[in-house]
């Protein structure tokens, strides 16, 4: 019998994550024999919930499928009431939702950037330990992240779970000096953003790349976060009511998440990279300038990149966010006029981890008969176990320790939000 | 450095939506002191480091959905000198807890292609129906104010100051007009338990309930008045089933009114 090496690696409980997950990993004679990304975190039946409830009820409750991106929830199910309904959002409220929208894009992005994936790359267990020996870099982070909070706060009510949006537009007019009060700190942001761009890109990223099937919304006028159509970097451009006939789920054993797949039953990537690649030429003259600058390719293949990546789109939004703030002017009504009827509606922004699908089918009263929304995490799950495939083969040779961590950072590379998908991470690396 | 030992801290979490523990992580300006005041012990949304048990404190968040919950709460139960439920799923049960009053079955086949590789409970509950619970901090999420009062509390052995009378109060303290009376806007407040900065009502809305039953409120005296302003039974009924649907107060009206509507 031939000699057998046989290792088994588990990370039971993934940290720095949102929510639970873990990572299986049986690796035979050098050769990887499973690996499975699982998701535990408990499943939580919103599509099921949402049955029998008004339309105008779906912001408040799916907001609560993610407490980090709240927004993206918030968007995409008033956006698809919209739709149903035959309403639209435009001019002021429409640059309100994008500015608020930024704000949480800044929030999501620092807190993974700073708090929860430079630890890896430093060296460190936490960003707590980081600011012992770099407090400035800390701090600096967390100023910002507070910035991405208080335009949540001063648009949205409450940075997280955001009271004050609704569909059809908002509850109460933000004040033109409220919102231009944004102003300062947005300008140091932009300045401070610029250095960070720098300070992530010169991170040591390992090796390893991937050719990946980028999936993003696209705007003909702006990067696209809130609306758009999709297109792919295998050339699909498509309406998002069609999103269905082109992406579906499966359902596997070893996960409460669904993993998306592409009509070619192949992963697909969504998230900062994606948009990064399909929509560069859209990110402002500075986040391009900067981007290059750093090195960045035009085409980034490698996922750990990404957080350089974040970074970049946190400088874009800093901008973007001033550009509306300096802007705005009050709207005439905080609210279109909306008369409840029979209707079917799509709704998909780019919520800071990837696109965000919502589908409904509302009744004569306006009660909601039908619901499907996939997250982002949950159509990367599958890419995500590619990416860790790849990862292991490439880093065979490390210790158990130490591929247990360059696993975990892999999948961070992902931030990604286990409540979410939880329709997500332990890892276990099982070595014979 | 200081010999001294520190309270050792753990943040657990079930079945939630991650915002009330990223409410730690959104004391932009007081984390890195809390950070400096305990030992972190577990806390898997900021740290992969992790200390044994016993804890001083455990700070929980999420409700109870799977059996796997409940033996997974006793053991944080055993290792935790003070046991602090944050967030309106550890004290209520959350939104998830709306599957409570429906066919659990039929939820899973509503969105799961497999159901057999689903394990849940029927319901989902908060932890005190499962162990002893110290303090309970309520909100959908949890004010991060307030979550900083409790941690304080805890670490100077003292009571938390937080308030459990009605969010009319918080209205009336901060000079916020009333929606009801000068809008005919719906609004929880009566019965709901002030915290989080009577936010709606400074929006122009009425509150929807996300700190749950404020004591000895009176839902039935409200309902009246919400079907007076205009609410169908079906509305006033869903009004109470939201984030702390599992409340009892909230629970026990929005069946009463469920029932009415036959």
């Given at each position: 019998?031939?000699?057998?090496?046989?290792?088994?690696?588990?990370?039971?409980?993934?940290?720095?994550?949102e929510g639970e997950g873990?990572?299986?990993?049986?690796?035979?004679?050098?050769?990887?024999?499973?690996?499975?990304?699982r998701i535990h975190e408990p499943p939580r039946f919103f599509e099921a919930l949402l049955?029998?409830?008004?339309?105008?009820?779906?912001?408040?409750i799916t907001?609560r499928i993610c407490?980090?991106?709240?927004?993206a929830y918030?968007?995409g199910s008033?956006?698809?009431?919209?739709?149903?309904?035959?309403?639209?959002?435009?001019?002021?409220?429409?640059?309100?939702?994008?500015?608020?929208?930024?704000?949480?894009?800044?929030?999501?992005?620092?807190?993974?950037?700073?708090?929860?994936?430079?630890?890896?790359?430093?060296?460190?267990?936490?960003?707590?330990?980081?600011?012992?020996?770099?407090?400035?870099?800390?701090?600096?982070?967390?100023?910002?992240?507070?910035?991405?909070?208080?335009?949540?706060?001063?648009?949205?009510?409450?940075?997280?779970?955001?009271?004050?949006?609704?569909?059809?537009?908002?509850?109460?007019?933000?004040?033109?000096?409220?919102?231009?009060?944004?102003?300062?700190?947005?300008?140091?942001?932009?300045?401070?953003?610029?250095?960070?761009?720098?300070?992530?890109?010169?991170?040591?990223?390992?090796?390893?790349?991937?050719?990946?099937?980028?999936?993003?919304?696209?705007?003909?006028?702006?990067?696209?976060?809130?609306?758009?159509?999709?297109?792919?970097?295998?050339?699909?451009?498509?309406?998002?009511?069609?999103?269905?006939?082109?992406f579906s789920e499966e359902h596997v054993?070893?996960s409460n998440a669904l993993h998306g797949?592409?009509?070619?039953?192949?992963?697909?990537?969504?998230?900062?990279?994606?948009?990064?690649?399909?929509?560069?030429?859209?990110?402002?003259?500075?986040?391009?300038?900067?981007?290059?600058?750093?090195?960045?390719?035009?085409?980034?293949?490698?996922?750990?990149?990404?957080?350089?990546?974040?970074?970049?789109?946190?400088?874009?939004?800093?901008?973007?966010?001033?550009?509306?703030?300096?802007?705005?002017?009050?709207?005439?009504?905080?609210?279109?006029?909306?008369?409840?009827?029979?209707?079917?509606?799509?709704?998909?922004?780019?919520a800071?981890r990837?696109?965000c699908y919502h589908h409904?089918?509302?009744?004569?009263?306006?009660?909601?008969?039908?619901a499907k929304i996939m997250p982002p995490t949950s159509q990367n799950q599958k890419?995500?176990?590619?990416?860790?495939?790849?990862?292991?083969?490439?880093?065979?040779?490390?210790?158990?320790?130490?591929?247990?961590?360059?696993?975990?950072?892999?999948?961070?590379?992902?931030?990604p939000c286990i409540s979410c998908a939880t329709h997500f991470?332990?890892?276990?690396?099982?070595?014979? | 450095?200081?010999?001294?030992?520190?309270?050792?801290?753990?943040?657990?979490?079930?079945s939630s939506c991650?915002?009330?523990?990223?409410?730690?992580?959104?004391?932009?300006?007081?984390?890195?002191?809390?950070?400096?005041?305990?030992?972190?012990?577990?806390?898997?949304?900021?740290?992969?480091?992790?200390?044994?048990?016993?804890?001083?404190?455990?700070?929980?968040?999420?409700?109870?959905s799977?059996?796997?919950?409940?033996?997974?709460?006793?053991?944080?139960?055993?290792?935790?000198?003070?046991?602090?439920?944050?967030?309106?799923?550890?004290?209520?049960?959350?939104i998830q807890?709306?599957r409570?009053?429906?066919?659990?079955?039929?939820f899973i086949k509503c969105v799961y292609a497999h159901p057999?590789y689903i394990?849940t409970?029927?319901?989902?509950?908060?932890?005190?129906?499962?162990?002893?619970?110290?303090?309970?901090?309520?909100?959908?999420?949890?004010?991060?104010?307030?979550?900083?009062?409790?941690?304080?509390?805890?670490?100077?052995?003292?009571?938390?100051?937080?308030?459990?009378?009605?969010?009319?109060?918080?209205?009336?303290?901060?000079?916020?007009?009333?929606?009801?009376?000068?809008?005919?806007?719906?609004?929880?407040?009566?019965?709901?338990?002030?915290?989080?900065?009577?936010?709606?009502?400074?929006?122009?809305?009425?509150?929807?309930?996300?700190?749950?039953?404020?004591?000895?409120?009176?839902?039935?005296?409200?309902?009246?008045?919400?079907?007076?302003?205009?609410?169908?039974?079906?509305?006033?009924?869903?009004?109470?089933?939201?984030?702390?649907?599992?409340?009892?107060?909230?629970?026990?009206?929005?069946?009463?009114?469920?029932?009415?509507?036959?």
């Open positions: 019998m031939a000699k057998t090496t046989s290792r088994i690696i588990k990370v039971d409980e993934l940290a720095r994550v873990a990572l299986k990993l049986r690796i035979s004679q050098g050769e990887i024999k499973d690996l499975q990304f049955r029998g409830r008004i339309y105008a009820d779906a912001p408040d907001s407490g980090i991106c709240p927004v918030i968007m008033s956006q698809a009431m919209e739709d149903a309904l035959g309403v639209r959002v435009t001019g002021p409220l429409r640059d309100l939702r994008r500015l608020v929208y930024c704000a949480e894009w800044i929030e999501s992005h620092v807190l993974h950037v700073f708090l929860l994936h430079a630890p890896d790359f430093l060296g460190y267990q936490d960003a707590i330990l980081i600011s012992k020996d770099h407090p400035e870099l800390v701090a600096t982070a967390l100023r910002l992240k507070k910035l991405g909070n208080r335009i949540l706060e001063v648009i949205g009510g409450r940075a997280i779970h955001p009271v004050n949006l609704k569909v059809g537009g908002v509850h109460k007019i933000p004040s033109k000096a409220e919102v231009q009060s944004l102003a300062e700190e947005l300008k140091w942001a932009i300045e401070t953003s610029e250095g960070l761009v720098k300070a992530v890109s010169a991170f040591d990223f390992p090796d390893y790349s991937y050719d990946y099937n980028c999936v993003a919304m696209r705007h003909s006028d702006e990067y696209a976060i809130c609306e758009g159509r999709l297109v792919s970097s295998k050339g699909l451009d498509i309406d998002i009511a069609s999103f269905e006939e082109h054993s070893h797949v592409a009509d070619t039953g192949k992963p697909y990537l969504v998230g900062p990279i994606a948009r990064y690649n399909l929509n560069f030429e859209q990110l402002s003259p500075l986040a391009q300038a900067t981007a290059k600058d750093c090195g960045l390719p035009r085409m980034i293949d490698n996922p750990f990149m990404s957080i350089a990546v974040r970074m970049v789109e946190v400088l874009y939004t800093c901008q973007e966010a001033l550009r509306l703030v300096e802007n705005y002017e009050e709207p005439d009504a905080a609210c279109v006029e909306i008369t409840p009827r029979a209707g079917e509606g799509f709704g998909c922004t780019e800071p990837g696109i409904y089918k509302l009744d004569d009263q306006g009660r909601i008969t039908f890419q995500i176990e590619r990416d860790l495939w790849g990862v292991v083969e490439r880093y065979m040779d490390l210790s158990d320790d130490d591929l247990k961590w360059r696993c975990e950072q892999a999948i961070r590379n992902y931030d991470l332990k890892l276990t690396v099982d070595r014979d | 450095m200081a010999t001294a030992k520190k309270p050792r801290l753990a943040v657990w979490k079930f991650d915002g009330c523990q990223l409410s730690l992580l959104d004391l932009e300006d007081e984390l890195l002191t809390v950070a400096d005041a305990v030992e972190i012990g577990f806390f898997l949304e900021a740290t992969r480091a992790e200390v044994k048990g016993p804890y001083d404190i455990s700070l929980v968040e999420g409700s109870v799977t059996p796997h919950d409940i033996k997974r709460i006793q053991k944080v139960r055993r290792q935790s000198k003070v046991l602090i439920t944050i967030g309106a799923c550890a004290t209520s049960g959350g807890a709306l409570n009053i429906n066919d659990t079955d039929d057999e394990s409970l029927e319901t989902s509950t908060p932890i005190c129906e499962h162990v002893k619970v110290d303090f309970e901090l309520r909100g959908c999420p949890v004010d991060k104010y307030q979550l900083l009062e409790v941690l304080n509390a805890a670490l100077n052995g003292r009571k938390p100051n937080i308030p459990t009378h009605s969010q009319c109060i918080e209205c009336k303290l901060s000079g916020t007009v009333c929606v009801m009376v000068s809008k005919q806007i719906p609004c929880l407040g009566p019965v709901t338990q002030a915290g989080c900065g009577n936010i709606c009502p400074s929006c122009n809305r009425g509150c929807y309930g996300c700190f749950g039953p404020a004591e000895a409120a009176n839902p039935a005296a409200l309902s009246h008045h919400l079907l007076e302003a205009g609410m169908s039974l079906e509305q006033a009924s869903h009004f109470y089933r939201s984030f702390n649907a599992n409340a009892d107060a909230f629970r026990d009206e929005s069946a009463r009114l469920e029932e009415l509507n036959g």
